[in-house]
């Protein structure tokens, strides 16, 4: 049986920094594709970064450059290192999986409903 937990979130200070981790069961990370997303109140769920089955990393410009993604494979984890945290950071932080291919990937990544697998998630506050 598949399983993603998150873990990680908490309350932080602008400018701060969290690491998210996303304990996988069931499958092996390494032959996966794995992504995070994140949605505020109000607002569309949106992909935060992706990472496919080569390790090869995604990211929107809203972040880029402030959170990385990257994966474990010997713990089968996925992680997510946020810094220089923006109050507009503050959302509920879901990690996803499926099995895919590269070009699959690229046209299809950004789309929650495309993913397999979604964990419950785990909330990062950014406080002003």
């Known amino acids: 049986q598949v399983r993603l937990v998150e873990s990680g979130g908490g309350s932080v200070q602008v400018g701060g920094s969290l690491r998210l981790s996303c304990a996988a069961s069931?499958?092996?990370?390494?032959?996966?594709?794995l992504a995070w997303f994140r949605q505020a109140p109000g607002k569309e769920r949106e992909m935060v970064g992706g990472?496919?089955?080569?390790?090869?990393?995604s990211s929107p410009a809203s972040v880029k450059g402030r959170f990385t993604i990257s994966k474990d494979n010997s713990k089968n984890t996925l992680l997510l290192q946020m810094d220089r945290l923006k109050p507009e950071d503050t959302a509920m932080y879901y990690c996803?999986?499926?099995?895919?291919?590269?070009?699959?990937?690229?046209?299809?990544?950004?789309?929650?409903?495309?993913?397999?697998?979604r964990g419950q998630g785990t909330q990062v506050t950014v406080a002003s």
């Open positions: 990472i496919d089955r080569d390790g090869s990393t």
């Open positions: 069931g499958f092996d990370v390494s032959n996966y594709c």
């Open positions: 996803t999986a499926t099995a895919c291919l590269k070009s699959a990937f690229k046209k299809y990544g950004a789309d929650w409903s495309w993913w397999a697998y």
